[in-house]
């Protein structure tokens, strides 16, 4: 009888998060169609719309996984959301971004060497903040774990502000022409704001049902975001980039993963953190996965400098090396390596 009911409990969570994800998806299509219709209202550059704009948009998932699990006790669940769709953006997107287009994807300098390095300069500094957690806030346990407060939180929004304003240079320096016709503004407004509210009440179903799975097979909530988390939300930025690069438009497209990620990291966490007041961070857990964030974005930093493109080869390693982590993340949880502690 008990078995019955667990296996039914199970099979309804399942289809909640099949649903929900399908709600993020719809929900991140009308954010992004209308953030799209009005960066080309308010004459903004493809780069800047793609790592602003769209990039936002296409990373309320995230944002709102981070939210919800700060305000339900689950935060080691939104960071391992955040890091692993991180993760899956800098390999997977750009991979298969780069497999649909019938020509190599094309990243100018402006790509290179401001979003790539910018978006590096946002790992480390996240990086440095939960340091600082845990060196002046410590929580007595085992392993090393810091409480992350507001005044801490701070530092990462303090960096996006900087990189809002380097944007906001470029708007200036650039004459776009503004695209008006046929452009009902409330409207696409309106089905921004109804985007947001369909992606937040599906995140929140979605946390809640990974967070029972994960009890009910007794899968870390760390990993139980990195995997299942990260890769719902994630969907829209790869439906996003693959549609961009399809339309040859590589700078968009590499520009939204960039983009996205450094929303992530600089806002999502901050915020979630500002919102609750403070969350108890694992250094243990969480320092070697920003590692392989770091490598997988060297990776992505050496096959986007060669000649300024990506080609079908070095998107296939960019996918291999998807793989070969989720392979790592599979031994962490079944025991076979112990990379992580305290997980």
């Known amino acids: 009888m008990g078995g019955g009911l667990v296996s039914t409990a199970t099979a309804l969570h ?133 409480e992350l407060t507001r005044p801490v939180a701070a530092i990462p929004l303090g960096l996006y502000g900087l990189y809002l304003f380097i944007q906001y240079q470029d708007v200036g320096d650039a004459a776009i022409d503004r695209i008006r016709d046929g452009i009902d503004v409330r409207r696409e407004w309106g089905k921004l704001a109804g985007g947001l509210l369909v992606i937040g009440v599906a995140v929140e179903r979605l946390v809640g049902s990974v967070e029972s799975l994960g009890a009910t097979f007794g899968v870390p909530e760390f990993l139980a975001g990195i995997t299942v988390v990260a890769a719902a939300t994630s969907l829209p930025d790869t439906l996003v980039s693959v549609r961009t690069a399809r339309e040859g438009r590589g700078g968009t497209s590499l520009g939204n993963v960039l983009g996205s990620n450094t929303f992530d990291l600089l806002v999502a966490i901050p915020v979630g953190v500002l919102i609750v007041g403070s969350v108890d961070v694992n250094f243990s857990t969480a320092v070697p996965m920003f590692g392989v964030l770091t490598a997988a974005t060297v990776v992505l930093f050496a096959a986007l400098r060669t000649d300024l493109t990506l080609t079908n080869r070095e998107s296939w390693v960019l996918l291999l090396s998807y793989l070969l982590f989720v392979a790592w993340v599979v031994a962490e949880t079944v025991g076979v390596t112990s990379s992580l502690r305290g997980i």
């Open 14 to 146: 399942v289809a909640v998060i099949v649903v929900a994800t399908g709600a993020i998806w719809v929900g991140s299509s009308w954010l992004e169609e209308s953030a799209e219709t009005l960066s080309g209202y308010y004459g903004l550059p493809a780069v800047v719309q793609g790592s602003v704009v769209v990039a936002v948009g296409s990373s309320f998932p995230e944002f709102a996984s981070v939210v919800v699990t700060a305000a339900t006790g689950v935060f080691d669940m939104g960071v391992g959301a955040l890091v692993g769709s991180a993760i899956f953006n800098v390999l997977v997107i750009p991979g298969l971004s780069g497999l649909s287009s019938e020509r190599p994807l094309e990243a100018s300098r402006e790509i290179v060497y401001k979003e790539a390095q910018f978006y590096m300069i946002a790992v480390s500094a996240l990086v440095v903040t939960f340091s600082l957690a845990v060196i002046y806030y410590p929580v007595s346990s085992t392993p090393i774990v810091g």
